[in-house]
């Protein structure tokens, strides 16, 4: 009777597993997946993520112009000028570090393109790698 109830517990806890995440389209048509809800009196829908695929994540808005631009993934929130304090260069360094780390691992990685979620294949990883390394050196070569 005991192994039935843990058993019980365990495959009703199973869904609680599975993390929750909601995706919602701003004015500009930008689609946003986040881990917490958008902003009150946004339209969004939940999604239950299972898998293990990683999304690279955006890099802090800059005003660098960079050779590899037209090919990265546009950016999860509208352009807007970022004021270059310590705090905005260590969460740009932060993030680019982490985007290269993820880049040169061996796992899948999943950026934006068109609207949808795309598996990036190895000559879009080289270009983001490339692009990734070179805002780090530019803005992080000292941190």
Not at 8 to 32: C, I, S
Not at 57 to 78: D, M, R
Not at 80 to 90: G, H, I, K, L, M
Request: charged share 15%; proline share 8%.
């Amino acid at each position: 009777m005991r192994r039935l109830l843990i058993a019980t517990t365990l495959l009703l806890a199973a869904p609680l597993v599975a993390a929750q995440a909601y995706k919602w389209t701003d004015a500009n048509g930008t689609v946003h997946y986040a881990d917490t809800p958008p902003p009150q009196g946004t339209k969004y829908n939940k999604v239950t993520t299972t898998g293990t695929v990683e999304p690279l994540a955006a890099p802090a808005t800059s005003t660098a112009n960079t050779e590899g631009a037209a090919a990265a993934p546009k950016p999860s929130q509208p352009a807007a000028p970022v004021a270059d304090t310590p705090e905005n260069r260590a969460k740009l360094c932060s993030t680019l570090k982490n985007n290269l780390d993820v880049l040169k691992g061996s796992g899948p990685v999943v950026m934006e393109q068109d609207g949808q979620q795309k598996v990036m294949d190895a000559n879009q990883r080289q270009q983001q790698q490339t692009s990734a390394q070179a805002q780090y050196q530019q803005f992080c070569a000292g941190n």
